[in-house]
């Protein structure tokens, strides 16, 4: 079962990805939180590699990079931007658009609808792990109202 996650408001979010070490530290830290497996052929030990962060695998010399595997893999741009796009796309309820993206960190919106895409299929609920056990709902409606009785809040 996977474990939950506390949503962290916008104000934490910026307190904890100021500088490029946070959350270069924190990205390293979630991709080898199982330890270290070369990408090419899954030796396990490393040393540093050219890069802030990177690893290479001191067996084959193949060198993975941070963002290597990852949403993050060949973005053209900040890194940071990119974390602030994952951000609001997984804690806005309804959604954000890539024009709001766009506006919110200065990028082009054809840059944020692409990257927003790209972080919505990872987001993706698959066949291959359906919720399990007590699901809450936060909006449900079926159907339309029924004909001949008033809502609640209409006077008759």
């Known amino acids: 079962m996977e ?7 916008l104000f934490e979010f910026q307190q904890r990805f100021v500088t490029d070490n946070q959350y270069l530290a924190y990205l390293s830290a979630e991709k080898w939180k199982n330890g270290y497996a070369c990408s090419k052929y899954g030796h396990t030990h490393y040393c540093k590699g050219n890069t802030l962060y990177s690893r290479q695998c001191t067996r084959c010399k193949h060198t993975d990079s941070l963002t290597s595997g990852t949403l993050f893999h060949k973005v053209k741009f900040p890194l940071l931007k990119a974390f602030y796009i994952v951000y609001f796309v997984s804690t806005n309820k309804k959604g954000i658009s890539s024009m709001e993206l766009s506006r919110k960190l200065s990028l082009r919106q054809k840059t944020c609808w692409y990257f927003k895409r ?17 699901v809450d709902v936060d909006e449900f409606f079926i159907g339309g109202q029924e004909s001949g009785k008033k809502r609640s809040r209409e006077r008759a």
């Not at 474990?3 to 408001?9: C, I, P, R």
């Open 3 to 9: 474990k939950s996650h506390k949503s962290l408001s």
């Open 118 to 134: 790209k972080v919505m299929k990872a987001m993706e609920s698959s066949g291959k792990s359906p919720l399990v056990g007590n």
